[in-house]
């Protein structure tokens, strides 16, 4: 029998101790007793298993599940390894038994009877699922009681800050506070400072905060500052004395009422009375109260622009009272002006350029004739390829049908309660139905499509729309067009590329009528044939300038 070995261990003081090899030993060994095969290890270090938030859990109930059908076994050494929520864990179960995957434990092994089997597996569950749930409520009362008797809980200390230990033992070595990092505490002094005067009188805002610092060479623990960066620092009362914990409740990832957070006296690196003058200084400079918000509207290009140099985004920026707009790129925004060699640039000669050239060269008739000539052969060629992987999709799309389907039934017929876990579970089904539902639509319009000649006055009625839109400053219109065919639009310091997908570019071409212009819809056929580099035509760099 062909078998994986699935290892874990919930921290990383276990994983350095020698949990995971005696995991793996003793499943081995077995293994070789029994004349197993041993397929592969999944090794999952510092996971919890309460949860399915384990990147290796994952990666491998999709490999036991797939068509390959790579084993016949997992073999776990002990049922808390697997799963500790028992109703998840009977639901994966469930799964890879129909897909005739079975679970085994090497040290809680079951009776052969199925029934007796059944019920000894969900006793050990729900006694795991316990287990884990006081553990989780003990520690929690703990880390609580602990804060608030002052000391630190671990983790990152906020920036300004580190952790030392105190002369009160704990169970693993003694007691962390937090006490002034006197380097650190300058900068924060320092990002107080700047907010509420700048270095002349007149303050700065936090992305100047941040280009200053940078342009210092201060960093932020070895990273460039930002301008988020600085603002969470701005707005953090650890800096006045309070250090807030239990904010977030972390099963649920929701915000706890401010009658639970616990504050824990610290030595304050500012005084309160800075800290509010800041406070009310941000929220007077607060886009999302001025009138200048109107002036970052969305426009056309955002969203396809590029910075080729590091990869950001473009975002629209005013000058000279909002004279002129300008593309800048996002990262000389949010962190330093100088960390980019990428050029602001005219918003209006950068919008026209790129139209000008998307109808001279990109909508020439010549060449879309050509692309439809190429693209022909390479759909013939897919079909065959699109076939089997729709069928995976489709079996995919059945087992969570069937699945909710039976969880369903259960709770219709009082067998199962709908809790919290369960429900995020359902949750989690649904979403994944959804997106293969719209991974299967895809390729099932990509079966029936039939690439057809277009004839040249096709193009140039859809060129002309373009213009039309663009002298009419109809930018909603005008973006459906774009987006319609043009995936991204790089700027370097000497020019700029139009990158785009041939198949979108002649669909929208074929599909698109004058009484019904494009919209900025979901591309379903952007990814037609996702091997990029076995189709000349998926995606190509056009010149723009």
């Known amino acids: 029998m062909n078998i994986a070995i699935y290892v874990r261990v919930s921290t990383d003081k276990q994983t350095e101790g020698n949990s995971i090899d005696d995991q793996i030993s003793q499943i081995s060994s077995w293994a070789e007793d029994k004349k197993n095969n041993i397929v592969k290890v999944y090794k999952e270090l510092g996971a919890s298993a309460y949860g399915d938030n384990r990147p290796v859990f994952r990666a491998m109930i999709e490999d036991a599940l797939s068509i390959e059908h790579p084993y016949d076994a997992i073999v776990i050494h002990s049922l808390s390894r697997f799963?500790?929520?028992n109703v998840k864990r009977e639901l994966?179960?469930?799964?890879?038994?129909?897909?005739?995957?079975?679970?085994?434990?090497?040290?809680?092994?079951?009776?052969?009877?199925?029934?007796?089997?059944?019920l000894s597996e969900n006793m050990i569950g729900i006694i795991d699922e316990f287990s884990s749930?006081?553990?989780?409520k003990h520690v929690s009362r703990c880390r609580n009681e602990n804060a608030k008797k002052g000391f630190f809980n671990g983790s990152m200390p906020p920036y300004g800050y580190k952790s030392v230990d105190t002369d009160v033992r704990s169970c693993t070595g003694y007691r962390k506070k937090l006490v002034i990092n006197p380097k650190e505490a300058e900068v924060v002094r320092t990002i107080f400072k700047l907010s509420l005067n700048g270095l002349s009188g007149i303050p700065y805002g936090t992305k100047r905060i941040a280009t200053y610092l940078n342009q210092a060479g201060i960093l932020r623990r070895g990273k460039k500052w930002r301008f988020q960066a600085v603002h969470t620092v701005l707005r953090n009362r650890t800096y006045i004395g309070d250090y807030i914990t239990n904010k977030i409740n972390s099963k649920t990832k929701t915000p706890r009422p401010v009658s639970e957070h616990i504050i824990t006296a610290v030595p304050p690196i500012i005084e309160v009375a800075l800290f509010e003058k800041v406070g009310m200084g941000l929220a007077s400079r607060?886009?999302?109260?001025?009138?200048?918000?109107?002036a970052l509207s969305s426009s056309l290009l955002t969203g396809l622009l590029k910075c080729s140099t590091c990869k950001c985004g473009m975002n629209v920026m005013t000058a000279k009272s909002g004279g002129y707009k300008y593309y800048r790129c996002a990262d000389k925004t949010c962190s330093d002006v100088n960390?980019?060699?990428?050029?602001n640039v005219r918003k209006d000669h950068l919008e026209e350029a790129v139209v000008t050239k998307i109808l001279e060269v990109i909508l020439a008739p010549a060449r879309i004739q050509s692309t439809i000539n190429v693209l022909k052969k390479i759909i013939s060629q897919t079909n065959e390829s699109d076939a089997k992987q729709l069928l995976k999709l489709q079996r995919e799309r059945s087992r969570i049908n069937e699945k909710i389907t039976n969880i369903y039934e259960q709770v219709a017929e009082g067998d199962l309660v709908i809790e919290e876990t369960?429900?995020?579970?359902i949750q989690s089904q649904q979403s994944r139905h959804l997106f293969l539902t719209n991974q299967i639509n895809g390729f099932e319009k990509r079966r029936l499509l039939s690439i057809k000649k277009i004839g040249d006055k096709q193009v140039k009625d859809f060129a002309n729309a373009i213009k039309d839109a663009f002298s009419s400053e109809n930018s909603e219109v005008l973006k459906g067009y774009l987006y319609s065919i043009v995936d991204e639009i790089r700027v370097s310091p000497t020019k700029v590329k139009v990158v785009?997908?041939?198949f979108s570019l002649v669909s929208a071409v074929s599909r698109w009528k004058p009484s019904t212009p494009l919209t900025r819809v979901p591309r379903d056929v952007s990814s037609w044939y996702s091997q990029g580099e076995s189709n000349p035509c998926f995606r190509r760099e056009r010149p723009a300038s």
């Open 339 to 343: 960390i980019c060699s990428c050029p």
């Open 500 to 502: 785009g997908n041939d």
């Open 286 to 294: 607060n886009i999302d109260k001025t009138e200048s918000k109107s």
């Open 92 to 118: 994966y179960r469930r799964e890879l038994n129909k897909a005739s995957v079975q679970v085994l434990s090497l040290t809680q092994p079951l009776p052969d009877d199925e029934n007796m089997a059944y």
């Open 133 to 136: 749930r006081e553990t989780s």
């Open 422 to 425: 369960l429900k995020e579970f």
């Open 83 to 85: 799963y500790r929520d």
